[in-house]
């Protein structure tokens, strides 16, 4: 085997190492319980990474055995993919840059306008078809009952670790002035017309405030918070690609120069 085919070989195991962050940033988004109920997020990830670990792997057969054409077919392949995990990242930066949180006195956890995030992202969730299905999925989830198994006074719900999801559907906005009973039952409203979503909210357990746009919000900000931790990842691993591909391209050459001179040396010698 030429030594070129040798390093192109060495370099399509590194593709396919940097396939595994890509597959396993896609499962831990996908496990994530609002992605289970936003579906549209949940696997082109994973799917992308899986893409990229078959291309390496056949990228590393094509080497190994000098497969000229399938070597060919990996080289563009794999091209394509990095211009899909980039266009992913930039579409993914773009829709998640705008941030509709917002810090509330005396609470450890923020609250979330839905105004203040992206159009697209905004306008996924306004839609009347994506978002009846999705409150439905975060009814019968274990997102709001798992705030009353782990707080058990206001002071410790006021200064806890709640995630946005839960800040905006599983008790209503600050500024409505209900009196804690427990994470997800409020009573008493003092200021019911600060907010629309004040007279949305319900103690039925199943109803809760999944129709106010605080839980469309906090749903969003959820979803911001995963993407960002995912896209430094995929970030590190696609510039590591890039630098695998284009030493791939240059190995490639020197692989068909090195035949064309052995085809040369060994016909008119």
Known sequence: MAVSNNITAVLNFF??????????????????????????????????????????????VGAYWNRQGLLAVYLFSMAVLIVLLLALLIFAFVVTRQDGSYAVPGRNYKEYRLDGYSDWLRNYVQNSGHWEQIRSCLALSDVCPRLAREFFTPDQFFLGDVLPLQSGCCKPPTVCGYTYVNPTVWVNPVNS?????????????????????????????????????????????????????????????NAQTESLFRRYKFGYA
């Open 193 to 253: 017309m600060a907010d629309a979503d004040c007279n949305i909210w319900s103690n039925d357990q199943s109803a809760l405030c999944y129709s106010c746009s605080s839980c469309k919000a906090g749903l969003l900000g959820n979803l911001r918070k995963e993407w960002r931790k995912a896209n430094t990842i995929l970030i590190i691993t696609v510039v590591v690609l890039i630098w695998v591909y284009l030493i791939a391209c240059s190995a490639f050459k």
């Open 15 to 60: 593709a396919f190492l940097c396939s595994l962050p890509i597959i396993g940033a896609g499962i831990w988004l996908a496990s994530k319980q609002d992605n289970e109920c936003v579906h549209v997020f949940r696997w082109p990830v994973v799917l992308l990474g899986v893409l990229v670990l078959l291309v390496s792997l056949a990228g590393f």
